[in-house]
């Protein structure tokens, strides 16, 4: 059933991706749960998701080839899928985050500017 | 691009993707709740915060699927699965729904592979749509120097080509036949732009005097007297005792003419000769192809005004010249027929479409609980319809398959019982443009029938629903009313469709009252061909016709004999203009006029034809004694007004250079259909064949008429015989018995009749079949409250009245507005009918009587079964 829930992620789909990617690059491969958690960390509780709203982005990011899931152990010795990024995964985030870079200062400036 | 594949995959590798996502949850929730664990949370509860901090399950379920493949697909895959389930568990519903839905799908199919193929699709000559015919009133034969003078004088025409009917004798061969074919001029084959087979076509000059002994032959002739032989062309044929060769033949599906000479199998050229200055003697048929980017009604203008200067310089010759698409020619007759009947169909598929509607509302009215749980499950309201509708799909899809079934073989009925009179009949078959207009139907049927369930079916009231244990009416009264007015418009395009076959059939009785002003029983007929016989004098023709009457009539078993040039029904028209002794000289073109038929002694005694004065044709008539002539009551009317005819005298060829030849009337005889069962007879003249020079010398076939003590049809070896006995070498052909060619002659109306009927008759079981699956299940649902009634003392009789009252107010409502309907509609089918008005009053009451009867008869029977209700029962029920 629809929520307020699917309004936020509406919001994040377009940098969901690139947050995974992101993550995955500098901490290395990790499960959805070592993900999510950490989404919440950077995001100081702002971003208040259900867990189970990242598998999408774990899908489609799958499918385009840009991260690899693998099944493995945890620490606490859980099986669960490790995800990693591929190299085609890193020329992607690459990409995005010029773009973003520069959406992101197109929009600062504009903000700065207009007022 | 990549990722295409992947979700394109997925459909179908779902169990594993499902098995996959699965294992991948449970070990996420697993990796939380050792979090919450290790932060000091007893077990239970730190399952319970996993769940929290998780989100709901299924839902992330959902978008991982979603985001996995083609939801949509995959979704439709499992609403198709689950709709088969469905449909699987109620088999009665299905198999009534698909049988309606079968006979919707199918009567249509099949009347559409009818109409696709006699009307939509174009003739097969090349351009055919630029093809028209040139004729006196659209339908009328022209002379030959009119035909010189359009083709000369017109600017909208590409080509102007002639055909003159033509049916020679093949003789000199084993058995001598009578054919059918046609003179062409020599341009009208390339006009078409068709090909022969094997062999040419006529050369440019083979349409002259002398050089014109070709011929072309058709496939089935060269099949039938060749065998099919290539060396067949460069031979010579012997037709009417003339050498002609065989230049060529025609493919297979080749025919022409599409309409009038349509039996054409062979084509020889047409060669004018001195007829070029012939203004009378009208026996062209003109054919023109349009320049590009002339329309019809332009040529039509052209023509006006080249006929209107001939008009002037040769009055009375170039009178009502009209252009007709060619089209419009070969299928104008069955066009009303034909849509009126795809119209009645169509009725019928939409009376279906609310049968299965209504029979799908009140089970959706049962899937209450269903629906309710599916959307707290969370399927959306869109989700909920796409899930009716799929199901609506496979059921509409398992009505047009077997409707297929049912088209197929119906549409091979159709070509079966066909009358000859449709033309390109042997076109009709289910191709795929009859296979697309089933999907298109298929669909359309699918929303139509199924939109109103599945709007009906998605639900708001979410905890109503599921309380109320599925017996729940939230919404009913709604859903009630939609049903009643599925029922109502049931039984208004019910009755619509019976006032069409009641009217119908009606006419067909007025058609069958019809005194065809001769008696057709026991009496057989034949065609003599003469011409290339070894009798070809007049004087010897006079005698070997007098001997064969005289033979044929001492036949055992004949009562009497007699002949004439075209049977009533059976031929042509042929109008000749006359001159009346003592009148002014009429002008050019406006002179009295009568079909012309040339009767031998005996004729008038054979058919039983009633003379109203004077005597008939005897065999005294001939060439020695004076002219003699019998006028039908119509001519008597129409010319002596007032006057006793008899004693009069006309003469035709009236030539202001020769002297007149005149006729003396000696008899007046009732008057008899001639040329259409329907048409009111035009004047007619009867003249003695042993005295009419012209006759003897030039006819090429006789029409023996035979009455017989017993059955005609097992005389007709017999006669055969006797006429063998004179010249072995005499074609014969048309042996038919009169009451045959009356048949023929009703055969459209009858055949038009038949499927009226049929169609009604589905119509009315189908509407009955809807007012009581409506009564049943609001009896069924009215369980308890009847049942209450029962048990307050309501009397089995008011139960009834109770029940059959409810029913017969929609069936009443649907009733009036089909009356409406039919006087909308009914006029609309004028056309077809005869001596009944399209409002007739007394086809309207008994429709009304009818099916209100059936609706009775219909709903009494779940009135009964309310009465039968236990009260005590029906209290503990639920």
């Known amino acids: 059933m629809p929520s307020e829930g699917a309004d936020r992620i509406a919001v994040l789909q377009g940098t969901l991706d690139l947050i995974v990617l992101r993550t995955l690059e500098t901490m290395g491969p990790q499960h959805a749960y070592a993900i999510a958690t950490r989404l919440q960390q950077i995001s100081e509780d702002l971003l208040h998701l259900n867990q189970g709203t990242l598998y999408p982005a774990l899908v489609r990011l799958e499918q385009q080839g840009r991260i690899k ?31 973003w870079r520069r959406m992101s200062g197109l929009v600062e400036k504009l903000l700065s500017q207009g007022a | 691009m990549r990722r295409f594949f992947a979700r394109f995959a997925n459909l179908f590798r779902r169990r594993a993707a499902e098995r996959e996502l699965a294992r991948e949850i449970a070990s996420h929730l697993a990796l939380i709740e050792d979090d919450f664990a290790r932060r000091g949370m007893p077990p239970a509860e730190a399952k319970l915060a996993a769940r929290r901090a998780y989100g709901g399950v299924e839902q992330a379920k959902e978008l991982h699927r979603d985001a996995r493949s083609f939801a949509w697909i995959e979704q439709r895959f499992q609403d198709l699965r689950y709709g088969a389930r469905n449909l699987l568990r109620t088999p009665g519903f299905t198999a009534v729904a698909v049988v309606a839905l079968a006979l919707g799908i199918g ?83 390339p006009m078409l732009g068709v090909e022969p087979m094997l062999g040419r076509w006529f050369a440019a000059g083979e349409d002259q005097v002398g050089s014109d002994r070709e011929v072309i032959l058709g496939y089935r002739l060269w099949q039938r007297r060749f065998g099919g032989d290539r060396g067949a062309v460069g031979r010579p044929v012997t037709l009417n005792g003339e050498s002609y060769t065989v230049v060529g033949v025609m493919p297979a599906e080749f025919k022409f003419a599409p309409f009038w000479a349509t039996r054409a199998e062979l084509w020889a050229p047409l060669a004018l000769g001195d007829r070029v200055n012939q203004r009378s003697g009208r026996s062209l048929r003109i054919f023109a192809r349009l320049k590009r980017g002339v329309s019809v009604a332009q040529a039509q203008a052209d023509m006006a005004a080249v006929s209107a200067r001939l008009e002037r310089q040769y009055p009375g010759t170039n009178r009502d010249v009209v252009v007709t698409p060619l089209k419009e020619n070969v299928v104008g007759k069955v066009k009303t027929p034909l849509l009126t009947l795809l119209g009645a169909v169509g009725f019928v598929l939409l009376i279906a479409c609310a049968n299965v509607a209504h029979m799908l509302l009140a089970r959706t009215s049962d899937r209450q609980k269903e629906i309710a749980l599916r959307t707290a499950l969370g399927a959306s ?40 009179y449709i033309p390109r009949v042997e076109m009709v078959g289910i191709d795929t443009r009859a296979l697309l207009f089933l999907l298109a139907i298929t669909v359309f049927t699918a929303v139509v029938f199924g939109l109103a369930p599945a709007m009906h079916a998605s639900v708001r009231n979410l905890s109503g629903a599921l309380k109320e244990g599925g017996r729940g009416d939230s919404g009913g009264a709604r859903r009630n009313r939609s049903r009643g007015i599925l029922v109502a418009s049931e039984f208004a395009l019910a009755f619509v469709l019976l006032i069409g076959a009641g009217l119908m059939v009606r006419s067909f009785f007025a058609l069958s009252a019809v005194d065809p002003g001769f008696n057709p029983h026991n009496v057989l007929s034949m065609v003599v061909s003469v011409s290339g016989s070894n009798e070809a004098p007049a004087p010897a023709r006079e005698i070997f016709y007098r001997q064969l009457l005289e033979k044929v009539r001492a036949l055992p078993g004949v009562v009497v004999a007699g002949g004439i040039n075209h049977l009533p029904l059976a031929g042509d028209l042929w109008g000749w203009p006359f001159v009346i002794e003592g009148r002014p000289r009429p002008r050019p073109g406006e002179e009295p006029g009568a079909v012309y038929r040339i009767a031998m002694p005996g004729y008038f005694e054979t058919m039983r034809l009633p003379l109203l004065r004077g005597r008939t044709i005897a065999p005294s008539d001939d060439a020695r004694a004076p002219g003699v002539v019998v006028i039908n009551e119509r001519a008597a009317h129409e010319y002596w ?52 020079h012209e006759f003897l010398e030039k ?39 009169m009451d045959r060619v009356v048949a023929d002659a009703t055969a459209q109306p009858r055949f038009e009749t038949l499927l009226f009927g049929i169609f009604a008759g589905v119509a009315l079981l189908l509407a009955a079949v809807g007012i009581y699956g409506v009564m049943n299940y609001s009896v069924s649902r009215r369980t308890r409250e009847i049942g209450i009634r029962i048990s307050l003392g309501a009397s089995r009789a008011e139960v009834v009245r109770m029940v059959v009252r409810q029913g017969m107010l929609q069936v009443l409502a649907g009733m009036a507005a089909g009356v409406g309907g039919s006087l909308l509609l009914s006029h609309l089918m004028a056309g077809l009918l005869y001596g009944v008005r399209p409002t007739d009053p007394l086809t309207f009451a008994m429709v009304t009587v009818v099916l209100g009867l059936a609706a009775l008869a219909a709903t009494s029977v779940p009135a009964r079964k309310a009465t039968r209700i236990e009260p005590m029962v029906a209290l503990r029920s639920e």
């Open chain 2, 381 to 420: 309201r869109a989700r909920v319809i796409c899930q009716f509708l799929t199901e609506n799909l496979l059921l509409a899809a398992l009505g047009a398959a077997a409707g297929l079934v049912l088209a197929w073989w119906g549409t091979r009925a159709l070509v079966a019982l066909s009358p000859a």
């Open chain 2, 107 to 189: 009567a249509n199919t099949a009347i559409f592979g009818v109409v696709n193929a006699v009307l939509l699709r174009p003739l097969a000559y090349r351009d055919a749509d630029r093809l028209v015919t040139i004729l006196h009133d659209g339908a009328a034969p022209v002379a030959a120097a009119n035909y010189i003078d359009w083709r000369g004088q017109n600017r909208s025409f590409e080509a102007v080509a002639a055909a003159e009917y033509w049916s020679p004798n093949l003789t000199n061969s084993n058995p001598p036949e009578h054919l059918t074919g046609l003179r062409l001029s020599q341009n009208l084959f």
């Open chain 2, 699 to 737: 006819a090429e076939y006789l029409t023996l008429v035979v009455r017989t003590a017993g059955n005609p049809g097992d005389m007709a070896p017999a006669v055969r015989r006797t006429v063998w006995s004179f010249d072995r070498n005499l074609p014969i052909s048309g042996v038919l018995t």
């Open chain 2, 641 to 692: 007004p007032g006057e006793d005819p008899i004693g009069k005298r006309i003469a035709f060829h009236y030539d202001a250079r020769t002297p007149p030849t005149w006729l003396t009337i000696i008899g007046v005889a009732v008057d008899a259909r001639q040329y259409d069962w329907a048409y009111k007879p035009d004047p007619e003249v009867y003249l003695a064949a042993l005295q009419n």
């Open chain 1, 69 to 99: 899931g693998t099944w493995g152990k945890t620490e606490s010795n859980r099986e669960a899928r490790f995800y990693a990024i591929t190299r085609a995964g890193e020329k992607a985030l690459a990409e995005e985050t010029l773009r």
